[in-house]
């Protein structure tokens, strides 16, 4: 007998928790597509209709029909039956050449034989309905951030490519400075499991097999023995009222450099009074997950994760050696002026691929040379290329034009969001100071960030939005009566 169409599908969160992923001011959700594998007709009807009043787009399909995903959508759910073989689900997971396309399979929740169908066929993550509607949100985002992670890793590939045929190939970028070593990186990340000692520890810990963990029974001791942010995987257990207290001050001890952080919530949470509930809701994680559940289901959840980080990792680590030096600036670690306009020239924009540019500029630099002397404000500039690269995704490509002035391409964003963000930057970077031992005669002048940013669409090049974009700038003598 064939189970009942999905009704409702989606479960009203009430006072469940609102799930937020990593810089949430800069994560804009607004509409992309979301391709729905149905195994019969209507089958996904109620989630369709649930995904078009939240704003997203639902591309229907019948699972037998699926093939190359629909130009820009990098989300497909697909529906796992009894009735369907595991030789075509498992080929709607393999994606081939020039396909960025995450993959979830939705199952019932509690059917153990689907359960272990569908990770069978190796998706990049595994959906039980009912859901609540922030959860569903949450892994909604994460998946359009892995796929358009594989997009973006894929595009900077083909800048790495085109700009190598370009260099001279000695290891020396355009000012002849030397290739500098690249960091280390072990092929394993490193998760950090906060909470008490207890059975679900084990099966958390069991679940990142291929990851390396470090444990800490509670805060204090992750914020004094163990540095939180060496970690790029953190998983909080709230699993007992104690630890769920404890967990309240996260916010306090949580940095800004983390690729994701994970709840992990047993079910008697649902009875904690509403206050604690609430205050939960706020703590900055990007996902939940509430035990007991079936040890597959933990490890694929936490296997999701670790493909997030990874990839998160790679789009955070510089190229090759050889390539290092020409695509990459000594003295602020971004990408140089160059590579930036290389990688723009070869961007298609569409409408799936809504991006935007952010042009920051040093406005009084020359005041700043005469009041702290140019190895000051050299030390300074290396200390704002950092500090901007925290402040933006890891899929947001950054970059130093030169002098005073920087450029951030923002990555799928919606449309006014580029305003926002250039002024969030604009705000951050100017509370950077020159230290006050370079200071070396009267009043220091106060470094002045004035942000500028810009839409991009298909009307023109990227590369000539770029060029107007840099005509803007203040007069000599605006600038000198500001500072």
């Keep these: 007998m064939q189970p009942p169409l999905w009704h409702p599908i989606v479960r009203m969160s009430g006072c469940g928790l609102l799930l937020q992923l990593p810089d949430a001011e800069l994560r804009m959700r607004h509409g992309f597509p979301v391709e729905l594998g149905e195994a019969r007709a209507e089958s996904l009807a109620s989630l369709a209709e649930w995904l078009t009043a939240g704003g997203y787009r639902p591309v229907r399909r019948r699972v037998g029909e699926l093939g190359r995903p629909e ?107 030397p290739v500098g070593r690249r960091p280390s990186s072990s092929g394993r990340p490193r998760a950090l499991i906060i909470g008490p000692a207890s059975q679900h520890k084990v099966k958390v810990g069991e679940a990142l097999a291929r990851a390396a963990i470090n444990y800490a029974d509670n805060l204090e001791k992750a914020k004094g023995a163990l540095e939180t942010g060496g970690f790029e995987l953190v998983v909080l257990l709230g699993t007992n009222p104690a630890a769920r207290r404890d967990l309240l001050r996260w916010p306090e001890l949580a940095g800004s450099g983390f690729p994701a952080t994970l709840l992990v919530l047993d079910a008697a949470s649902g009875a904690d009074q509403l206050p604690v509930r609430q205050r939960l809701a706020q703590l900055p994680v990007a996902d939940r997950l509430t035990l007991p559940q079936p040890a597959e289901l933990v490890r694929a959840r936490m296997d999701f994760w670790l493909d997030f980080v990874r990839l998160q990792r790679r789009l955070m680590s510089p190229p090759a050696e050889p390539l290092h030096g020409l695509c990459f600036d000594v003295l602020t670690g971004l990408f140089n002026h160059a590579c930036f306009l290389e990688h723009l020239q070869q961007l298609e924009i569409g409408e799936a691929q809504r991006r935007a540019l952010v042009v920051l500029e040093l406005v009084n630099m020359p005041r700043l040379n005469d009041s702290a002397g140019y190895a000051a404000v ?105 500072a």
């Design 71 to 177: 130009a820009g959508v990098c989300v497909r759910l697909v529906e796992v039956t009894a009735e369907e073989s595991s030789a075509r689900l498992a080929a709607l997971t393999r994606r081939g050449a020039g396909e960025h396309v995450a993959v979830a399979a939705l199952v019932a929740e509690g059917d153990e034989i689907l359960l272990s169908k569908a990770l069978a066929i190796g998706p990049d993550d595994l959906l039980t309905y009912p859901f609540d509607e922030e959860e569903l949100r949450a892994r909604l985002d994460a998946l359009q951030q892995l796929g358009r992670a594989r997009a973006v890793l894929a595009e900077r590939a083909r800048t790495f490519a085109r700009f190598a045929a370009s260099g001279d190939g000695d290891g020396r970028g355009a000012g002849g400075n």
């Design 378 to 482: 050299n030390r300074y500039l290396a200390s704002f290329g950092p500090t901007l690269r925290r402040h933006v995704r890891a899929e947001d490509l950054a970059a130093h034009l030169g002098g005073g002035r920087f450029a951030v391409l923002l990555d799928d964003v919606a449309p006014g969001a580029a305003t926002r963000i250039g002024r969030r930057l604009e705000h951050l970077l100017t509370q950077l100071r020159p230290a006050a031992a370079e200071r070396q005669r009267g009043e220091p002048v106060a470094p002045r960030i004035t942000a500028c940013s810009l839409e991009l669409d298909g009307r023109s090049p990227p590369l000539q939005q770029l060029r107007e974009l840099l005509r803007w700038r203040r007069r000599p003598d605006d600038t000198a009566s500001a």
